[in-house]
């Protein structure tokens, strides 16, 4: 990543991709686990000030890491892993740390879930 003085690496990532989503552009772009870590704690902080929900202003770091799993579910295994390998806690909401190896193995983890749920 591009170092611009006076700029958090979220508003550098920002910058970057105007019109995406600053998590998609994140784990596209970061590759180093100390960037990785650092967008964690900078992105909460974006989510206490800038998300308009109070739940999530009231816990940045939730929050933040549940944004993040979430989207790794549209990463890649190397990423999903990379990520995970970074950021202690970091979690897909439905796969949890888990990299699931293939599309079918992800839609049969999913449905193991929801019937756990229903029991």
Not at 9 to 14: F, K
Not at 16 to 39: C, Q, S, W, Y
Not at 74 to 96: C, M, N, R
Request: aromatic share 10%.
């Amino acid at each position: 990543m591009i170092e611009a003085k006076g700029q958090s690496l979220v508003e550098q990532l920002i910058a970057h991709n105007p019109e995406g989503h600053v998590v998609f552009t994140a784990i596209r772009e970061l590759k180093d686990p100390g960037e990785m870590r650092r967008f964690m704690f900078e992105f909460a902080q974006y989510v206490a000030d800038n998300f308009d929900d109070e739940s999530a202003r009231r816990n940045p770091m939730q929050t933040a890491g549940q944004e993040i799993g979430y989207i790794l579910g549209y990463a890649g295994s190397e990423t999903k892993q990379a990520w995970f390998d970074a950021v202690e806690g970091l979690e897909h909401p439905i796969f949890g740390r888990t990299v699931a190896s293939s599309p079918e193995q992800a839609v049969e983890r999913g449905m193991q879930d929801a019937q756990a749920k229903f029991k």
